[in-house]
T-cell receptor, first 114, second 115 residues
Framework: DTAVSQTPKYLVTQMGNDKSIKCEQN?????MYWYKQDSKKFLKIMFS???????INETVPNRFSPKSPDKAHLNLHINSLELGDSAVYFC?????????????FGPGTRLLVL | AQSVSQHNHHVILSEAASLELGCNYS??????LFWYVQYPGQHLQLLLK??????LVKGIKGFEAEFIKSKFSFNLRKPSVQWSDTAEYFC?????????????FGSGTRLSIRP
């Protein structure tokens, strides 16, 4: 009965490769997010989708492309991976309720670029 | 620009000590406030949240936080910590009601409890 799930949990890859991380939520939420947590634990939002539409797009390189096939899924594709992309990527979801919402986080995907 | 400050980067306490972690934000309008905890190697879990009403909010595992609007603060407290409270604690603020409003996280406070 996992609420927000991500695959894979760990991802080790070479520079220049293309990889995808998948996220699914079974909470019936309308909004999903991608966050990046760097080695200093600093957590920053990358993207947000509401009902499959992009609503927040932070200053993120074009190599990162989110895709939401339906409101329960938000995948993150990364092209031409760089060393600096190494981080933990967290997916989250929420259901805005009159402006009051709580975000629920997935377990994270630990990406290491060699 | 909106920001969240957690001034304590690393706090070390003994078991049974009292805890207070500071959180200040910069935004003059309506805010939603959160504390999340991240246990080693795990994802973020919600400890407590404030949307409106009583400024003293009680959360899980004996944690509480007090919203002081005049001080733009939302400090986290626990009267007696346990070794299992060792974790990273993040304060977060969401301004306004739009779905386009971001949640801004503080830089986190690492809490180490000595058994």
């Amino acid at each position: 009965d996992t609420a927000v799930s991500q695959t894979p949990k760990y991802l080790v890859t070479q520079m220049g490769n293309d990889k995808s991380i998948k996220c699914e939520q079974n909470l019936g939420h309308d909004t999903m997010y991608w966050y990046k947590q760097d080695s200093k634990k600093f957590l920053k939002i990358m993207f947000s989708y509401n009902n499959k539409e992009l609503i927040i797009n932070e200053t993120v390189p074009n190599r990162f492309s989110p895709k939401s096939p339906d409101k329960a899924h938000l995948n993150l594709h990364i092209n031409s991976l760089e060393l600096g992309d190494s981080a933990v990527y967290f997916c989250a979801s929420s259901r805005p309720t009159g402006g009051q919402e709580t975000q629920y986080f997935g377990p994270g995907t630990r990406l290491l670029v060699l | 620009a909106q920001s969240v400050s957690q001034h304590n980067h690393h706090v070390i306490l003994s078991e049974a000590a009292s805890l207070e972690l500071g959180c200040n934000y910069s935004y003059g309008g309506t805010v939603n406030l959160f504390w999340y905890v991240q246990y080693p190697g795990q994802h973020l879990q919600l400890l407590l949240k404030y949307f409106s009403g009583d400024p003293l909010v009680k959360g899980i595992k004996g944690f509480e936080a007090e919203f002081i609007k005049s001080k733009f603060s939302f400090n986290l407290r626990k009267p007696s910590v346990q070794w299992s409270d060792t974790a990273e604690y993040f304060c977060a603020v969401k301004s306004g009601y739009s779905s386009a409003s971001k949640i801004i996280f503080g830089s986190g406070t690492r809490l180490s409890i000595r058994p």
